[in-house]
């Protein structure tokens, strides 16, 4: 089995990282300082987006990733530019913040531009599928239900930790890894549990959290 490239936070759980490698990921940890704010400096779905669903989309990188100037800053919008959320099909972004060669890649691929109000996309947004997301964000939902073969699921903001931070987002708990939707910590203690199981069952995809901790935005599994 060829093993997937995936990205995550240098501060993600242990127990999320053991199962990541037993699924034959080859792990990259992601961790910067001075470019973004202190509090998601680790965070993946900052310095790069997965263009789709799937194991083989192309990941597109930030310049500060790859060790190159580029214009990621600490203040918003500056620190949302590669923040889209992307089916494959549709890319969800704040337009206006989309960093120019990354909105270039999206278009080049032929997919659907939808233009929200928040420029954290991704970490708003639980990418299920190429046409199938979930979402606390109403701006969101409000602008990707006008796409109908997009689905969207609406669910209450909040129930997310983020350390210095009041709440995290669903989204950056969240990433698929072949057919398996993980959460990261204990998705079943989210008031909307129930919802988001069913979808994801609806979808053909198994779901995989962990009780063991609470659930935590890290940024995005990539």
Request: hydrophobic fraction near 40%.
């Amino acid at each position: 089995m060829k093993s997937r490239k995936t990205y995550i936070s240098k501060d993600a759980h242990p127990l999320l990282r053991s199962y990541l490698e037993g699924s034959g990921c080859e792990i990259t940890e992601v961790a910067t300082s001075g470019i973004v704010s202190p509090g998601i400096s680790n965070h993946p779905d900052v310095f790069m987006c997965r263009l789709g669903a799937a194991d083989d989309s192309e990941v597109f990188f930030s310049p500060e990733f790859l060790g190159e100037p580029g214009n990621l800053g600490p203040a918003y919008p500056s620190d949302c530019l590669y923040n889209a959320a992307c089916t494959g099909k549709y890319f969800i972004h704040k337009l206006s913040a989309t960093a120019p060669e990354l909105r270039r890649a999206a278009e080049n691929a032929g997919m659907t531009l939808i233009d929200v109000p928040q420029g954290y996309a991704k970490c708003s947004v639980v990418v299920v599928d190429e046409n199938t997301i979930i979402t606390y964000d109403k701006g969101v939902a409000k602008a990707c239900s006008a796409c109908p073969q997009l689905a969207v699921l609406l669910i209450s903001p909040g129930h997310v930790a983020l350390p210095g931070f009041d709440t995290g987002f669903i989204g950056g708990t969240s990433g698929r890894i072949g057919n398996t939707m993980i959460f990261n910590g204990d998705l079943s203690a989210h008031p909307d549990f129930v919802a988001i199981r069913r979808l994801i069952g609806s979808r053909g995809l198994a779901l995989k959290y962990f009780p063991e901790y609470p659930l935590t935005d890290i940024g995005s599994i990539i």
